[in-house]
């Protein structure tokens, strides 16, 4: 994985205004964020077959304490950094190549829904063992453009302005919006009900895509950023632990301390009802009180949930990056699978569909670790990019060549 070399900022096309093609030297591929990426898919993967809490106790288990919201956040936050780096990274592209990224972008999410919807039509509309997370990655992707000419002060800033203002408007509008159509939306649900299937990926979904520009964003600004200095390593992983602890900080403070439980308490719920919507969040963001707002509980998209959620992927990404300086090969198990994260969710998601896990959720978590970073082993070795990602990538480049003439 150290020596794989990939033009990390599309130096063949020509700059805005140049008869020549300027190239850039390869640059080694960042191999902690590809190892961090493979983590994430571990994270997913646990949440979607491991129980999320004990069934005599009804505590949360190790399993939702550590990936519950986080593993989505991270991510995100990495997909951020991948658009920031095939963007220019520190060189920001302008003119022509920054046209041809948008573009390809475009493209990239319209290939992604597509994948999305075919996954979607083979899951089971009932009670699925999975909310997949790729559609709403088309719609992450959409809203990205308008930001790939933004420097990281920028894009830090905008982050936080859609961590701040998005759940109070999700909140406010959830008396407004349709109701869902299905966890998984089909090609068939978005013909027939196109508003809220919209309303669904941007604002009342799993992942709402609008609270998820945080990530996205903040990824973005993380890509602009010299990400191979040890010292930017460090810093990004103590600004995220600072920022999870304060956070989760700041909520127990305002719901145990400042009166948000008990005001919470006053809108008809019990105490135990309340303290299940606290660990696990409730179905939805209610609108019975802003107090809502202070809870810190994963997918529930309140400013502090997102912060805590951030805060934990940035801390992932400073730390593997910082392994990877230091012991990069210990990691080429996670790296290979990070770098094909988009062919091995599809295929786990599909393997769930024939719903044989749930018996024995421990032995089949097992084996879709096994087979994943199997495959991803001998196929990254064997070929290199993996299969449905060069399936977006094809498209993705014609349509930048295109834009470049």
Same mark, same amino acid.
């Given at each position: 994985?150290?020596?794989?070399?990939?033009?990390?900022?599309?130096?063949?096309?020509?700059?805005?205004?140049?008869?020549?093609?300027?190239?850039?030297?390869?640059?080694?591929?960042?191999?902690?964020?590809?190892?961090?990426?493979?983590?994430?898919?571990?994270?997913?993967?646990?949440?979607?077959?491991?129980?999320?809490?004990?069934?005599?106790?009804?505590?949360?288990?190790?399993?939702?304490?550590?990936?519950?919201?986080?593993?989505?956040?991270?991510?995100?936050?990495?997909?951020?950094?991948?658009?920031?780096?095939?963007?220019?990274?520190?060189?920001?592209?302008?003119?022509?190549?920054?046209?041809?990224?948008?573009?390809? $972008?475009?493209?990239?999410?319209?290939?992604?829904?597509?994948?999305?919807?075919?996954?979607?039509?083979?899951?089971?509309?009932?009670?699925?063992?999975?909310?997949?997370?790729?559609?709403?990655?088309?719609?992450?992707?959409?809203?990205?453009?308008?930001?790939?000419?933004?420097?990281?002060?920028?894009?830090?800033?905008?982050?936080?302005?859609?961590?701040?203002?998005?759940?109070?408007?999700?909140?406010?509008?959830?008396?407004?919006?349709?109701?869902?159509?299905?966890?998984?939306?089909?090609?068939?649900?978005?013909?027939?009900?196109?508003?809220?299937?919209?309303?669904?990926?941007?604002?009342?979904?799993?992942?709402?895509?609008?609270?998820?520009?945080?990530?996205?964003?903040?990824?973005?600004?993380?890509?602009?950023?010299?990400?191979?200095?040890?010292?930017?390593?460090?810093?990004?992983?103590?600004?995220?632990?600072?920022?999870?602890?304060?956070?989760?900080?700041?909520?127990?403070?305002?719901?145990?301390?400042?009166?948000?439980?008990?005001?919470?308490l006053a809108t008809g719920l019990s105490e135990a009802?309340?303290?299940?919507?606290?660990?696990?969040?409730?179905?939805?963001?209610?609108?019975?009180?802003?107090?809502?707002?202070?809870?810190?509980?994963?997918?529930?998209?309140?400013?502090?949930?997102?912060?805590?959620?951030?805060?934990?992927?940035? $801390?992932?990404?400073?730390?593997?990056?910082?392994?990877?300086?230091?012991?990069?090969?210990? $990691?080429?198990?996670?790296?290979?699978?990070?770098?094909?994260?988009?062919?091995?969710?599809?295929?786990?998601?599909?393997?769930?569909?024939?719903?044989?896990?749930?018996?024995?959720?421990?032995?089949?978590?097992?084996?879709?670790?096994?087979?994943?970073?199997?495959?991803?082993?001998?196929?990254?070795?064997?070929?290199?990019?993996?299969?449905?990602?060069?399936?977006?990538?094809?498209?993705?480049?014609?349509?930048?060549?295109?834009?470049?003439?």
């Amino acid at each position: 994985m150290d020596s794989d070399k990939i033009p990390q900022d599309t130096a063949n096309i020509p700059a805005a205004g140049s008869a020549t093609v300027v190239k850039s030297p390869p640059r080694k591929r960042l191999i902690g964020i590809d190892a961090a990426r493979g983590f994430a898919l571990i994270g997913l993967m646990a949440i979607h077959m491991l129980p999320n809490y004990d069934e005599e106790t009804g505590e949360p288990t190790l399993v939702w304490q550590l990936f519950s919201g986080d593993s989505a956040a991270l991510f995100a936050l990495l997909a951020g950094v991948g658009l920031a780096l095939s963007s220019g990274g520190q060189q920001l592209h302008r003119g022509h190549r920054l046209r041809a990224d948008r573009a390809g $972008l475009a493209v990239r999410a319209v290939m992604i829904a597509v994948i999305a919807l075919v996954i979607a039509s083979v899951m089971p509309q009932e009670g699925p063992p999975a909310y997949g997370i790729m559609l709403y990655y088309a719609a992450f992707f959409l809203l990205a453009i308008p930001f790939l000419h933004l420097g990281p002060k920028a894009l830090f800033i905008s982050a936080a302005a859609f961590g701040v203002i998005t759940p109070i408007l999700m909140q406010a509008m959830i008396p407004v919006l349709p109701d869902w159509t299905s966890y998984n939306p089909t090609l068939g649900h978005l013909l027939s009900e196109p508003a809220s299937v919209v309303s669904q990926l941007l604002l009342t979904g799993t992942y709402p895509a609008l609270p998820y520009m945080t990530f996205i964003l903040a990824g973005m600004g993380l890509g602009r950023l010299n990400l191979r200095s040890t010292q930017v390593q460090g810093i990004i992983a103590g600004i995220g632990a600072a920022l999870a602890i304060l956070a989760s900080v700041v909520s127990s403070v305002l719901l145990y301390m400042a009166g948000g439980y008990e005001a919470l308490l006053a809108t008809g719920l019990s105490e135990a009802a309340l303290d299940e919507a606290i660990v696990y969040g409730p179905d939805y963001l209610p609108n019975t009180s802003a107090w809502w707002l202070a809870i810190a509980t994963p997918h529930t998209n309140t400013p502090l949930a997102l912060a805590t959620s951030l805060g934990m992927s940035l $801390l992932a990404v400073g730390l593997f990056q910082l392994i990877a300086h230091r012991a990069g090969r210990w $990691l080429t198990p996670l790296a290979a699978a990070g770098t094909m994260t988009l062919t091995l969710y599809s295929a786990h998601l599909i393997a769930l569909a024939l719903e044989i896990h749930y018996s024995e959720p421990v032995l089949w978590f097992v084996v879709h670790l096994a087979a994943a970073f199997g495959f991803a082993w001998f196929w990254n070795r064997m070929v290199g990019q993996g299969p449905l990602e060069k399936l977006v990538a094809l498209p993705v480049k014609a349509t930048q060549r295109a834009v470049t003439g």
